[in-house]
């Protein structure tokens, strides 16, 4: 591994922190103590407390509460490096589903909430969504852009380990693209996508890989005890004599991340055949966590932000980074993105799903 490279990258992506002024305020003090000894949960409860955020300048608390929900993840950034950077002495060649296994290994339960609210802080430290709306970047925020890139990437893999059911190994070790739980889930995703902008769709749905089926499309709508209501259709897909059960947001085009099955008050079912039983959706007072976001949107903007700042760089490590990218969109894309019109998305979803069903 090349980690005299990893040393080197891993601090020019962490200049900024919340404690550049040492140890004259004991809350932000306290908090870097926090982070450096993995007290994710502990750094989280500080710089939620208001007089703390505010012995920080210009809001940089929130640089510190990204990082913090990031370690808290699992899915750091010397773990993402380590499995982004190829090392010289490996016997078999670095492939983004390979990448994908090697870093969901590392997630933990709540991970997938835990990007979002990392993102999300340093969405609201830049005032914006994207990078690309940023025209003259100042050092500061092409660092903090550069995190934002690596977490998007992050989410792509957690949203390819829940495509997978949790088992992204298999998926990644399967070479003839019959993966049963992909091939389901990629249908459920390819239907949802496109019955936002077609809403006259019928079911059965046949336009997925040969031999998986939408059987069946139910508008359901969930309660919490506080009167708080969400409503999806309830898909019922088939392979091989087999059914899966998925929530599709058709205000979002997508998928939702589920966890377990639940009733329409979210008390958990012991038994998932009962006909009031359906997938739960993973979100129940706060906005959906989709698919479609964290799996190609993320991956068109996490590529996007890492090039916009290394490009620059003539750094050997950063040149290990850029070539991982290039030779993943290759593998997602055979031909490239090199003939993607300038503005233009790299990936569609027709080009996500093609791969994840015959990677």
């Not at 300038?342 to 990677?359: A, K, P, Q, S, W």
Request: aromatic share 8%; proline share 3%; charged share 25%.
């Amino acid at each position: 591994m090349k980690t005299a490279y990893l040393f080197a990258l891993i601090p020019a992506t962490l200049l900024i922190n919340g404690c550049n002024e040492a140890e004259s305020e004991l809350c932000r003090y306290y908090i870097q103590n926090d982070l450096d000894n993995g007290k994710f949960d502990s750094a989280i409860t500080r710089l939620e407390d208001e007089s703390c955020q505010s012995t920080y300048p210009e809001n940089e608390y929130l640089i510190d509460m990204s990082s913090a929900y990031l370690g808290k993840s699992g899915m750091t950034l010397p773990v993402l490096l380590r499995a982004m950077i190829e090392d010289d002495n490996a016997t078999e060649e670095l492939t983004f589903d390979s990448f994908v296994a090697e870093i969901t290994e590392a997630a933990t339960p709540t991970a997938l909430s835990d990007l979002a609210i990392s993102r999300s802080a340093l969405e609201d430290y830049l005032n914006t969504e994207s990078c690309k709306s940023i025209e003259f970047p100042t050092s500061a925020q092409e660092t903090v852009c550069l995190i934002t890139g690596f977490i998007d990437v992050l989410k792509t893999t957690m949203a390819i380990d829940a495509l997978t059911g949790g088992n992204v190994a298999a998926w990644a070790e399967n070479d003839s693209g019959d993966n049963p739980a992909m091939l389901r889930s990629t249908c459920a995703l390819k239907y949802s996508f496109e019955h936002k902008t077609d809403i006259n769709f019928s079911t059965p749905y046949n336009n997925c890989e040969t031999g998986v089926t939408v059987d069946n499309s139910e508008p359901v709508t969930f309660i919490t005890d506080n009167g708080n209501k969400k409503n999806y259709n309830s898909l019922t897909i088939s392979y091989q004599g087999e059914s899966e059960y998925f929530l599709e947001s058709t205000t979002l085009g997508s998928t939702i991340f589920t966890k377990n099955y639940c009733e329409l008050d979210y008390k958990v079912c012991n038994d998932v055949n009962l006909t009031t039983c359906y997938a739960c959706p993973l979100s129940q007072d706060v906005e959906d966590l989709n698919t479609k976001d964290y799996l190609l949107d993320a991956l068109n903007n996490g590529f996007d932000s890492i090039e916009a700042v290394i490009n620059n760089s003539i750094s050997d490590e950063n040149n290990d980074v850029q070539q991982s990218i290039e030779d993943f969109k290759l593998e997602i894309k055979s031909e490239g993105c090199s003939a993607v019109p300038e503005g233009e998305d790299c990936f569609t979803m027709d080009d996500i799903i093609n791969y994840l069903n015959n990677n």
